[in-house]
């Protein structure tokens, strides 16, 4: 079993409809994150959570907003869905006891918006 | 916000061939990672790197921190099929932030 679980893996849906993305872990870790991959722009960073009571901002929030539920539980909702967010969302878990940088990714949740 | 360069942003091999790429910032960094993403997959680790002018290899890659701490290389040798994927760099300044590269989707034809 994947130890970041993204649900839903594809996902259909029309501009103006909300969507909420989960992304579970089994990893203990933290520290969870939220980015997005669009072709030639790589990954960017939409939300990041350091712990349960903490929400901070990344390079592309705006349209999105983030809930983390528990250690293990980190959401993105896209309040009103629009095109140009068609995108694939990754979430990412990271350890900071070890401080070696490393983002363990889950397998992504394929977006389109009509 | 900031991004890293990446380059190239595709390649085409022959399997036998040797690859490689870089990333190059306009800001310095402590670390640098580079990750593979295979095709519906998400990025995992291939090395990290976390002293200016370090060289580290994982089988038959190998990868650079430049000595100005503005950029990153990577090799790959003797390329197979399996290497098809995403390859990206990231920059990491002091916490778990990172910066990604925009990648170089790599082909490995027979």
């Known amino acids: 079993d994947a130890d970041v679980t993204q649900t839903p893996r594809n996902r259909i849906t029309k501009t103006g409809k909300r969507i909420m993305l989960e992304c579970s872990q089994t990893k203990g870790h933290d520290r969870m994150y939220w980015y997005r991959q669009d072709p030639g722009l790589g990954l960017r960073l939409i939300y990041y959570?350091?712990?349960?009571?903490?929400?901070n901002k990344g390079e592309i929030s705006d349209g999105y907003s983030v809930s983390r539920q528990a250690q293990a539980k980190f959401s993105l909702s896209l309040e009103s869905a629009i095109p140009n967010q068609t995108a694939l969302y990754f979430c990412?878990?990271?350890?900071?006891?070890?401080?070696?940088?490393?983002?363990?990714f889950g397998e992504g949740s394929r977006l389109t918006v009509l | 916000g900031q991004q890293l360069n990446q380059s190239p942003q595709s390649m085409f091999i022959q399997e036998g061939e040797d690859v490689s790429m870089n990333c190059t910032s306009s800001s310095i960094f402590n670390t640098w990672l580079w990750y593979k993403q295979d095709p519906g997959e998400g990025p995992v680790l291939l090395i990290a790197?976390?002293?200016?002018?370090e060289l580290t290899s994982n089988g038959r890659l190998t990868a650079q921190f430049g000595i100005t701490r503005k950029d990153s290389f990577l090799n790959i040798s003797a390329s197979i099929p399996s290497d098809v994927g995403i390859y990206f760099c990231a920059g990491r300044h002091n916490t778990d932030k990172l910066i990604f590269g925009t990648g170089t989707r790599l082909q490995v034809f027979p």
């Open positions: 990412a878990t990271s350890d900071p006891t070890r401080n070696t940088g490393e983002l363990f």
């Open positions: 959570s350091f712990d349960v009571k903490d929400i």
């Open positions: 790197l976390y002293k200016a002018g």
